[in-house]
């Protein structure tokens, strides 16, 4: 099993920036990636950020240019810095880990508004 907290989100006006954390713990040795997703309200929740234990990112075509996804692997934490932020990236922001057998594990949510 894999442990998710996430830390980080707030309230932040249009074209401010915000970075996210998000520490694991358990069966670390387990995890094949950690990312981030999230879900504004009335929508499915899609990927924004994911980092492969190998160094391979991928982001959310909204996202791309505009965040960094990157890792500190002493300390199991993925952290996603969050730039020029739209009312459009309101929503609840998740950390997700996933293992080598594609399970998936995600933490308790962070809220991002952003207030145009």
């Known amino acids: 099993q894999v442990q998710l907290v996430e830390s980080g989100g707030g309230l932040v006006q249009a074209g401010g920036s915000l970075r996210l954390s998000c520490a694991a713990s358990?069966?670390?040795?387990?995890?094949?990636?950690m990312g981030w997703y999230r879900q504004a309200p009335g929508k499915q929740r899609e990927l924004v950020a994911r980092?492969?234990?190998?160094?391979?990112?991928n982001y959310g075509d909204s996202v791309k240019g505009r965040y960094t996804i990157s890792r500190d692997n002493a300390k199991n934490t993925v952290y996603l810095q969050m730039n020029s932020l739209k009312s459009a990236d309101t929503g609840v922001y998740y950390c997700?880990?996933?293992?080598?057998?594609?399970?998936?594990?995600w933490g308790q949510g962070t809220q991002v508004t952003v207030s145009s």
């Open positions: 358990g069966s670390i040795a387990s995890i094949n990636a």
């Open positions: 997700n880990a996933q293992d080598y057998l594609f399970r998936n594990f």
């Open positions: 980092i492969f234990v190998g160094g391979s990112i």
